[in-house]
């Protein structure tokens, strides 16, 4: 063995040898110690950031379990709003209730009624800077979100910190709308959120043009208008297709506070609050800076209606009218009136300046006027002298005795029973079972004349007349020239203790006026639809027109001439009549028999309509054509209301059904023309 391969066979027992050693042979190792300023040792670091990440992911968890939370919590008040909402597939648009334009002589506006006030109006007729004025101060994302608008919500909580008052509101038009159309005006949460999902719904069903013509439609804007349209004839006497920019500036800024910026009420505040609609359209590039200067250096300014608070009396009356003269009105109409608006001025202020400079001498307190011409036509009436402060109509609804303006209801009486002007009565005390009536001074001029009596007011004299007479037949006198009251027939009615009122007693006296005729007092002329379509006025002249035009009358022959009327044939043939009629005049005829047996089939359409036709030609000779209320051209221009009904002679069930049924007096509704010739 080489000396190399014995040392190899050392090294591989050593290396061979790895038996552990006995615990007490082994050597302690020497400890380490710690250096108090070396860094914290690397795996501490780790187990540190474990913990770090660990913290974190907890906060995402429960975030995400919070965010959930949330979630959930929004779709409970959805459904909560959902549950308490119509629901949503049947909610429609309101219908906007009807409004009443009411129109004095010549087409000026007196006054508008009805829960809206104000016709409907479309944007493409307004002037473009109106519309637009409304988006800038109210909304001016409007065309931008789909109902609600969070950047507006915040924009306008942060203008109402730093500015202590917001200059622009929170609520988007269509959330406004959403109120107005369907929720209450109540201040709370649930509305708002009902607000919320309703405006929503609205985006969804109309356009962005709809919704802002329906809001520009609905909005209140004080004083009782309900509409652009409203709004305008109410604050400047013009319709909303005629505002200025300045003027549209003014009503887009009464919507945030319609009661407290009202132009008629707080001039100035409505005119600073104009200002900053101008303002934000001139921001927004709506108006150029020029136009905006402009406008702002002519500020609108509400106009005093012409009339006064008065026409609001002659309004209310003419409501009433309407009642009787159509009933319930379920469509927007237009009121054609006989008031004369600068004579109801001159009215308003006559009585005002007399109660100004003697009322408070004579201890007057109130007082009516009512003016009309001989054929009853209203041209002007004053209910009070404020209607502010009171709304009671003293000129149509008050009762008051009328004293010695009665009396010429007795003398009338008196020619009537064979007097005359130039009759002579003692003028001296008289004494009726007790009450002896005075005259005013106390004085008595003994033998008069009748025409001296009633000029001097002779108490006496109107006391003897109606014992004379009867005073049941004073009254009748009453009656029959327009008194509708409740009259006494008694001794005393010869100085007026019965009550009446002004309007009775004026039209009563447009009897003496027009030489004897008597009038019914009339407001409405004519009343039509939106539409144009004639509802009164000439609604029965249209209609019995259409007898002549081509009904049972159509044989009647009077060229050049607008005429009306109604055949008329009774049971079994026995009467046959025509009553036809034009603006000159108006002409019945009856055929029949004095024993009333039956003719053979003589109906009214035949030999009546003949007679009439050929004496009208007659008593229309030289006289100039004149239209009937309703209709123009000639009566046989005129269109028909329906497609004619084939004509009879009036034989079987054409007689039966012009005749009405049995024990009918005739086709003819006398009622009805006596309605229309009394309108007249």
């Known amino acids: 063995m080489t000396a190399r391969q014995a040392g190899k066979k050392r090294d591989d027992a050593v290396n061979f040898d790895v038996r552990p050693r006995p615990q007490q042979d082994r050597a302690p190792a020497p400890r380490r110690q710690r250096d108090e300023s070396a860094p914290l040792a690397r795996p501490k670091k780790r187990k540190r950031s474990r913990k770090h990440r660990s913290g974190f992911g907890r906060l995402i968890y429960w975030g995400a379990v919070a965010a959930a939370w949330a979630v959930i919590a929004v779709i409970g008040v959805v459904i909560w709003v959902g549950i308490h909402l119509p629901p949503i597939q049947s909610l429609e648009i309101p219908k906007r209730p009807p409004s009443v334009l009411i129109l004095g002589l010549g087409g000026a506006t007196l006054a508008t009624r009805g829960d809206m006030g104000g016709a409907e109006i479309s944007l493409r007729e307004l002037p473009d800077y109106a519309p637009k004025a409304f988006v800038a101060i109210e909304d001016r994302r409007f065309f931008a979100h789909h109902g609600i608008d969070p950047w507006g919500i915040l924009r306008a909580g942060v203008r109402d910190v730093l500015h202590r008052g917001a200059a622009q509101g929170g609520s988007t038009i269509t959330q406004q709308l959403a109120k107005n159309l369907f929720l209450t005006q109540e201040r709370t949460v649930s509305r708002k959120l009902q607000e919320a999902v309703l405006a929503l719904w609205l985006e969804h069903k109309f356009s962005k043009q709809q919704i802002l013509a329906l809001y520009l439609n609905r909005v209140y804007f004080g004083s009782g208008a309900y509409g652009i349209e409203a709004a305008a004839q109410r604050y400047f006497v013009k319709p909303a297709r005629q505002l200025t920019l300045p003027e549209a500036a003014m009503l887009a800024g009464l919507v945030q506070s319609p009661s407290r910026l009202a132009p008629s009420r707080n001039p100035d505040g409505a005119q600073r609050r104009a200002a900053l609609v101008i303002a934000a359209m001139a921001e927004q590039k709506i108006i150029s800076a020029d136009a905006a200067k402009r406008a702002l250096a ?251 035009a081509s009904g049972t009358a159509r044989r009647a022959e009077l060229p050049g001439w607008l005429a009306a009327g109604k055949t008329g044939t009774s049971q079994d043939f026995r009467d046959a009549w025509f009553i036809g009629y034009t603006s000159h005049l108006v002409t019945g005829i009856w055929l029949g028999n004095d024993d009333n047996t039956p003719t053979k089939r003589a109906v009214g359409g035949g030999v009546p309509v003949e007679i009439w036709s050929r004496f009208m030609k007659t008593a229309h000779q030289g006289v100039t054509p004149a239209p009937l209320p309703g209709l123009s051209g000639g009566w046989f221009s005129a269109p028909p209301l329906a497609p004619p009904a084939p004509v009879t002679d009036n034989t079987g069930a054409g007689a039966a059904a012009e005749r009405g049924g049995p024990r009918n007096g005739g086709g003819l509704d006398f009622w009805l023309l006596d309605k229309l010739f009394g309108r007249r």
């Open 298 to 548: 002519n500020p609108a300014r509400a106009v005093k209606p012409t009339g006064g608070g008065s026409v609001n009396y002659v309004a209310d009356w003419v409501m009433d009218a309407v009642d009787d003269l159509i009933g319930r009105v379920d469509q927007d109409i237009t009121v054609e009136t006989t008031i004369d608006l600068a004579l109801q001025t001159a009215a308003e202020q006559s009585l005002d300046d007399a109660l100004a400079q003697k009322g408070d001498k004579l201890n007057i307190g109130e007082g009516a006027l009512v003016a009309m011409t001989p054929d009853g036509a209203v041209r002007a009436l004053v209910g009070g002298k404020n209607y502010a402060e009171s709304q009671f109509n003293r000129a149509i609804a008050a009762r008051r005795q009328p004293g010695s303006a009665f009396k010429p209801f007795v003398y009338l009486t008196a020619l009537e029973h064979g007097l005359s002007p130039d009759t002579v009565r003692d003028d001296k005390p008289i004494s009726v079972q007790g009450w002896r009536p005075e005259n005013y001074e106390r004085e008595y001029l003994g033998p008069v004349t009748l025409t001296q009596a009633l000029a001097n007011s002779l108490n006496t004299v109107s006391v003897r007349l109606t014992l004379e007479v009867t005073p049941a037949a004073v009254v009748r006198t009453a009656y029959r020239l327009g008194i509708e009251s409740k009259l006494e027939p008694n001794a005393s009615i010869a100085l007026g203790t019965s009550e009446v009122s002004v309007r009775e007693l004026v039209s009563a006296y447009a009897t003496f006026a027009n030489g004897g005729l008597a009038v019914v007092p009339h407001v409405v002329e004519r009343i039509r639809s939106a539409d144009g379509k004639t509802l009164y006025g000439g609604m029965m002249n249209t209609m019995m027109h259409e007898t002549l």
